[in-house]
């Protein structure tokens, strides 16, 4: 019988970990942008020190809601409330199981009356749609796939974030009026190249900026100017080559392992999703071993959303949240030995055996959902979750959840590489295992980030 579902690859791999384990996907794609446009180093600076234009537009799923039970949907399946939701915000919508831990998060936009559009990878969408699609909700559903997997060669919409220092210089330039104020996670409209364009108040690496979206047709028009505007303020811009490694300053972990694989409440949802999707073709990656797959599950509290839980409302998995103790673990970035990260490359050059794991440059990521143990001399202490090369810091970083008895400044050691030499991913060629001391460091990492975010995180905490 042919695969069709999740539940159908899982059963035919004998568990959920042999299924992710030895998937053929390798990293997450950021597809149809050039892998550098002048060279990764200089783009990395830029956001910390000029100004970045980073093209989103192809590699984030928009799925577009719209109906009357439209906010009751999402209240129902969110951890945030929806008391306050209004036309010109947003917020990072989270979404849980029945057993309280993440399924997915995404970037919520409050478009219109009663229309919305959720922007990220494809788990909390694919759960949304499910609910409403099984449920008794009038709402219609309107899927923008991610260029990678789009039939249709082309997007609904353009999506640029402008972000560093002389991010509102450019702007203004581009628009050649004063900047409206638009407070964090809040909407306004700019003019650019005459084409209305709506931004967004949301940073990536810290420093200011905004996201910029409007029809797909529109796109060269409004970049041309934006670039043109950026001329005299150092703007560079960003290739997906280095793209994703900006969250290793600004401490937001992409890709948690969606946590559908296991439970009997589950299980109609395994059989909804297909067997070609993100969920049944996601690759789990690193030293982490275990066949529970629930021991790769992480809580709201270890992705740093503990603030987001609101109990104003009903939704899947609250009841679990509120049994649960106090958090164990917290999110925190690892800062890599720089002797240890040389010698495990070194071993590249060293005939005669199996090298270690290759460590690629700017983003090491190999799979879709990486796992490695963090250990405390011979006591494992929490999870490695994604990491890369930051050239502003100097240093490979990587952003962990730890145990909370596990202090900044601490040396910890992470163990990289796949035991046994390796699975069956492509992407994974036979290696040894080595350990990487590294600094247990807060996150976010730059204290540009660590400033500008905290009043704004509180501002969305709040509604």
Known sequence: MSQR???????????????ARDSQIGPYVYPAVPAEFSNWREEQVAWRETCALFDQTHHMTDLYIQGPDTIRLLSDLGINSFANAAVNKAKQFVACNHDGYVIGDAILFFLDENRVSLVGRPSAHNWVAYHAETGDYDVELEWDERTAVNPSGRRKIYRFQVQGPTALDVLAKATGAPLPEIKFFNMGVLTIAGHAVRALHHGMSGAPGLELFGPWEERDEVKAAIVAAGGDFGLRQVGSRVYATNTLESGWIPCPLPAVFSGDEMKAYREWLPATGYEATGSLGGSLY???????????????????????????????????????????????????????????????????????????????????????????????????????????????????????GNEVTLVWGEEGGGSAKPVVEPHVQAEIRAIVSPCPYSEVARTSYAEGWRTQAAV
Not at 300 to 307: A, K, Q, R
């Open 5 to 19: 579902s999740l539940e159908d690859a899982i059963a035919a791999a004998g568990s959920a970990v042999a299924l």
């Open 290 to 408: 275990s066949d529970d797959i629930e021991d790769y599950y992480l809580t709201p509290w270890d992705l740093g959303y503990g603030s987001f839980i609101r109990y104003d409302h009903d939704f899947v998995g609250r009841e679990a949240l509120e049994a649960m103790e106090e958090p164990k673990r917290r999110k925190v970035t690892l800062a890599w030995n720089g002797e240890d990260v040389a010698r495990a490359m070194g071993t590249l050059f060293e005939k005669g055996g199996p090298a270690v794991k290759y460590i690629d440059c700017p983003l090491s990521n190999y799979s879709t959902w990486p796992n490695d143990r963090v250990m405390a001399g011979e006591h494992e202490v929490g999870v490695s979750t994604f990491s890369g090369y930051s050239y502003n810091e100097r240093s490979y970083l990587s952003l962990a959840v730890v145990d909370s008895d596990v202090e900044i």
